[in-house]
């Protein structure tokens, strides 16, 4: 039996971090429960647990954990996304889209945000909303960043679909004369 009792909450959470870095997520999630019954619990200890959960595809616990980090660390952006992501996970699209917009609210231009997002806006059929989030994305961001390789390859796809559909419809066009 591994003796807890002999580390502090901040020891433990490093611990977990490092656990969690190294995709060990049942023992990080021990250590992080652990850590939250102690007395004086570290903030950090609900953002790793909402990201321990929402590797296990725990998403209502996920969005528990992000949601008290951020209520006690309100400009915290990455755990905001992250709940954005275990909100969409779970179902809750409308709430991710709430979610991330806050995000861009505080960081206009915050490239998972601005990426995914426009991929939901697509997927609701709000496609003039989703193609600009993903050209403002591609406008704002280092030609390098992996999300602006995704935007470019959803734009191309919406692109090579509207290709298809025009050549459809002028085919079924010259048929019909």
Same mark, same amino acid.
């Given at each position: ?74 400009? @915290? !952006? ?7 992501? #275990?909100?969409?996970?779970?179902? *809750?699209? =409308? &709430? ?60 191309? @796809? !919406? ?7 025009? #050549?459809?419809?002028?085919?079924? *066009?010259? =048929? &019909?004369?």
């Amino acid at each position: 039996m591994e003796h807890f009792d002999l580390l502090d909450g901040e020891e433990l959470v490093a611990l977990a971090r490092l656990e969690l870095e190294n995709n060990q997520v049942a023992a990080a999630l021990v250590k992080l429960k652990y850590a939250k019954t102690r007395q004086s619990i570290p903030v950090d200890v609900h953002a790793l647990l909402g990201k321990a959960f929402a590797r296990l595809g725990l998403f209502k616990k996920a969005q528990q954990e992000f949601s008290i980090y951020i209520e006690r660390q309100p400009d @915290a !952006l990455q755990e905001r996304f992250e709940l954005g992501v #275990a909100l969409r996970d779970g179902g *809750d699209t =409308a &709430a991710a889209i709430t979610t991330w917009s806050r995000v861009l609210e505080a960081s206009p231009n915050y490239p998972p945000a601005l990426f995914f997002r426009s991929l939901l806006l697509l997927d609701e059929n709000r496609r003039d909303e989703g193609v600009f989030g993903l050209r403002q994305l591609i406008d704002t961001t280092n030609p390098e960043n992996l999300y602006v390789k995704r935007a470019h390859d959803v734009l191309n @796809a !919406l692109e090579g679909d509207d290709k298809q559909r025009t #050549a459809a419809y002028t085919d079924s *066009d010259k =048929a &019909a004369h």
